[in-house]
C-alpha cells in the first residue's frame, strides 16, 4: 500500500473544498476545541497523526453521488455541512472516507473559527502562547505547547505566566521554506521581552512554521475503485475505531443519492432538529429518524441493515416521507403531552408503535383533539406506554419486538382504539403489577434504567 505524502499547508490551502470534499456518507463533525488543541499540540510535538484514506472519484462520476464541503467556521447552533457545487470543477474529485475530524479540525485552527457556548456565546480562533517553554508534563493527557481558542489575543488576567498569543493560521501567510520572514513579522512586538524570552518564541514561531508549511505529516492513500459497494466497505472498515460509525451514517448517504425529489440529507437533519425542540427537548438522532422510515412505510423490511435500502426501497420511503414526518411528530408529541421527556423516556423505539398506529389511523390534529373518545383512546396509549416502560417490554430484542406490534396492530379492523389489550398480549405482559414487580420499582434507584 503506497501513501502520499503532503504538507498541512499543501492540504489546507489547495485541497479542502477545492478539489477535495466530503461524501455524505461521512457522519458529521463532532469534536470540540480541546480535541483540535491537542491535534495541533501531537503535530508541534511531532507525534504521529495517523493516515488518511482519499476516494479518488472519476470527472465522468462526480455527480453521482452527493458530497459536502468541509466546515471552516464551525458554529455549534448550526453544526451541518454546507452541500458542494461542483459545476465548475473539470477535473477528478477526492472525498475523505477517514479523516475527516482531523482534516476539519486543521480547517478551522488554520483558516476558519469555532463558535461554542459556555454560559455565553463564544466565537473563538486557535491562538499559540510562543512564550510558553516547550516542557513536557509528566501526564501525558496535559499539552506540552498552549493552544487555546479565544477570542483575541489580550493576555488573561487570571495566568500569571508570560503570554504572547499568537493566531496559528497567520503562518500559513509567510514563506513556505523559510520560517525567518514568520519571525520578522513579530519581531516588533518583542522588543520589550528578555532574550530569553525572545529566544522561545522565535522557536515556537520556527517549529509551528516547519510542522505547517514544510513537514510533509499527512500521507493519503488513494481509493481509486469506483465500485461503490466497495467503497461503502472501505469507509466501514477505515472507520471502526474513534467515534462510532453508525449505520445511519451509511444510510444516510445511500438515501442522499437515491432521493430523486427531496435532499434526504437536509430533510432528515431538518426534521431530526425540529423533534428534539419538542416539549422540553429530546436527543432523538439520525438513526431513530431513519429507523423510523423504515417501520412507517409499509411493505418494507424493518432492520436497521445497509441492504435494506435499496433503490426501490428508499423511493417508497420518499413517496411516504410526509406521512413519516407527520406520524413521528404525532408520537413524539403526544408522549410530550404525557409528561414524558429525555430524561424518563427510557426506549426511544417505543414511540414508533404508537407513530405506527397513527398512520393507520389517519386522524388530524388528534393530538390536540378534546373530543371525549379521543381524550380516552390518549390515555390508553398513556398506560400502554408507561406499562411497557416499566416492565422493560423493549430491552430485548427490539427488531423482533417492533415486527411483533407492528403485525398486531395490522391484524386489527377497527382503528378507532388503540390496540392495548392485543400490543400487551404479544408482549406478553400483564396490564398489572405484582407485588414483586412494585418492589423491584421501588428499590430502583435514581437515574438508574429500569
Do not use: C
Not at 479523516?99 to 488554520?110: A, N, P
Not at 404479544?426 to 434507584?445: G, H, M, V
Request: no cysteine; proline share 3%; charged share 25%.
Amino acid at each position: 500500500m503506497s501513501y502520499t505524502p503532503k504538507t498541512i499547508n499543501e492540504v489546507i490551502t489547495e485541497y479542502l473544498n477545492r478539489n477535495t470534499f466530503l461524501p455524505a456518507i461521512q457522519r458529521e463533525y463532532v469534536w470540540d476545541t480541546q480535541a483540535i488543541e491537542k491535534l495541533f499540540d501531537s503535530i508541534m510535538g511531532d507525534f504521529p497523526i495517523s493516515t488518511f484514506l482519499f476516494w479518488k472519484v472519476k470527472e465522468e462520476n462526480k455527480n453521482e453521488w452527493k458530497s459536502y464541503e468541509f466546515i471552516k467556521d464551525y458554529d455549534s447552533e448550526n453544526s451541518h455541512n454546507k452541500e458542494a457545487n461542483l459545476n465548475g470543477i473539470r477535473q477528478d474529485i477526492y472525498l475523505v472516507l477517514d479523516g475527516q475530524q482531523r482534516l476539519t479540525s486543521l480547517l478551522i485552527g488554520l483558516k476558519g473559527s469555532y463558535r461554542y457556548f459556555y454560559y455565553r456565546w463564544y466565537k473563538t480562533k486557535l491562538y499559540l502562547n510562543i512564550l510558553k517553554e516547550p516542557v513536557k508534563p509528566e501526564n501525558p493527557e496535559e499539552l506540552t505547547y498552549q493552544f487555546e481558542f479565544r477570542e483575541n489575543d489580550i493576555p488573561s488576567p487570571k495566568d500569571n505566566n508570560p503570554q504572547f498569543w499568537y493566531l496559528v493560521g497567520d503562518i500559513l501567510n509567510h514563506d513556505y521554506i523559510d520560517a525567518e520572514d514568520a519571525k520578522k513579522a513579530i519581531k516588533p512586538k518583542l522588543v520589550n521581552l528578555s532574550d530569553e524570552q525572545k529566544d522561545i518564541a522565535n522557536s515556537n514561531i520556527g517549529r509551528l512554521h516547519s510542522r505547517i508549511n514544510n513537514a510533509k505529516s499527512l500521507n493519503y492513500y488513494e481509493e481509486k475503485s469506483q465500485d461503490y459497494d466497495k467503497v461503502v466497505e472501505a469507509f466501514i472498515r477505515a472507520n471502526t475505531g474513534g467515534v462510532k460509525l453508525e449505520y445511519s451514517d451509511i444510510l444516510l448517504s445511500t438515501a442522499t443519492a437515491q432521493f430523486t425529489k427531496l435532499n434526504a440529507r437536509e430533510e432528515i437533519h431538518d426534521f431530526t432538529d425540529s423533534i428534539n425542540t419538542v416539549g422540553s427537548g429530546y436527543s432523538f438522532g439520525k438513526d431513530f429518524v431513519l429507523k423510523g422510515s423504515l417501520y412507517l412505510t409499509d411493505g418494507l423490511p424493518i432492520q436497521y441493515k445497509v441492504k435494506n435500502f435499496t433503490k426501490a426501497n428508499l423511493e417508497k420511503i420518499e413517496g411516504n416521507w410526509d406521512n413519516v414526518k407527520e406520524n413521528i411528530k404525532a408520537a413524539i408529541e403526544l408522549v410530550s403531552k404525557f409528561g414524558f421527556s429525555d430524561k424518563n423516556l427510557v426506549s426511544k423505539m417505543a414511540l414508533l408503535p404508537i407513530a405506527y398506529y397513527l398512520s393507520k389511523r389517519k386522524v388530524k390534529n388528534f393530538i390536540e383533539s378534546t373530543a371525549k373518545d379521543d381524550v380516552s383512546n390518549q390515555r390508553i396509549i398513556e398506560k400502554w406506554l408507561i406499562t411497557a416502560l416499566l416492565k422493560n417490554a423493549f430491552g430485548g430484542s427490539s427488531d423482533t419486538t417492533l415486527k411483533n406490534l407492528q403485525d398486531t396492530i395490522d391484524a386489527q379492523t377497527d382503528f378507532s382504539l388503540f390496540p392495548y389489550e392485543a400490543l400487551n398480549h404479544r408482549l406478553n405482559i400483564e396490564p398489572n403489577f405484582n407485588d414483586t414487580e412494585i418492589d423491584n420499582l421501588l428499590s430502583t434507584k435514581l437515574q438508574h434504567k429500569i
